[in-house]
DNA sequence: TGTGGTGTTTAAGGTTGCGTTAAGGCCGGC
DNA sequence: GCCGGCCTTAACGCAACCTTAAACACCACA
């Protein structure tokens, strides 16, 4: 399992770098935005953690156009500061998790552990596939077999989120957090309607529910 | 599993209730210190989620006058402010786990899951295992062999319950008293019918009645 | 500023299935 | 044998979920 560990704090480095490698995982660590920007282009990892406070180029603004360049591996942001807006903006620029410092290091154990285990199979490539059903991110549409199925920005959203988290138990109250940033209604139906209309172009069977617990995808297995 | 809030924001504690809820807890909700104080000697909770900045007493003071009073109930803090200090004092004064505000309300579920299992010493594995039986809390749902075992919400609280307490007696007011919140009637039983729908899917060796006393679980041993 | 089209959310009513209760049978202990 | 605790089953009520339609927001374009 390889990591890429981009942090200029070397006090942090030196004291995550043993730690990581202990629990076996091969870690590389670069300081710099812009080494780290270019290194994620030779080299598979399988995940990177990324400090928001970077020299040369800020973490954001890497992570961002990583995602632009087509490159999916999953990100756990570390943010020194925090701040809310942040946190949103750094899931929406395509990280998987966030840690706010000060943390425990065995925290960061845990996230690494979660989100690789999230990933497993799923967020390696632009276009995204998931129990016989793929996601193409540009075009905002799923392909069953052969043919393309258009897609409305909130399905898309949904389905992708579904599709990143195959087979997993996803709440109601869940899909509301990751689909709608914090603001969101409580006593609203958005989740089943969108749900409705997934099954509808997809197929009845591709989202399961579990009653009183949440929903999970299934795709066509 | 039982759970007390101790929160005086209340549109933290609406946002937290129905969350912790629809995962498969009951919960407890106080606003002020000095009860949580008392309460906590009432009920036999699993585990405390306490806020630090609270009207009457304060959490930290809360939290110290619990331990030496001899209650060793994991506790998370909660705290709004971002003081690192802060944090070492809860730690030193007996709490499990921090948060600091904001979060993610799904942050706090994976801290939860991750107190209760190292509570219980078991190693932290998002697959609970006990006695040839696994549990898989983010899909709700138990694995025998390689077989999976759908699961509905209470027998998945009820369960969980047991795995978290293998080989243990446990008495039917405890089970009672465990998975459901304080105004529940007494007089039913649940919990035997719910033990027999556990036995049906599980396979009717799982669950041992000790006649009088209560239940214990030993798996497939 | 209006107008139409598209996509999203709200609202209302129908349906389903889980959790609970209740009733009857069973079994172990005295 | 009798009583009390436990098991099993079926049925019911209600919350959770589904479905549909209509209201609403948004954007492009006149």
Redo the contacts between chains.
Sequence with gaps: MRLLLVEDTVALADQLLPLLRDHGYAVDWLADGRDALVRAHDDDFDLVILDLGLPGLDGLEVLRRWREQGLGMPVLILTAR?S?AE?VDGLRAGADDYL?K?FHPEELL?RV??VL?RSHGSANHRRLQACGVALDEERQSAWLDQTEIELTGAEFRMLRYFMLNP???L????LN?HLYDGESE?DSNVVEVHINRLRRKLGGEVIQT?????Y?FTGRD
Tied chains: 1, 2.
């Design positions: 925090d809310w946190r706010t000060p845990l552990q979660a285990r087979r997993q138990l709440s109601k109250s869940a957090e409580r579990r009653r009183g617990q949440g999970l």
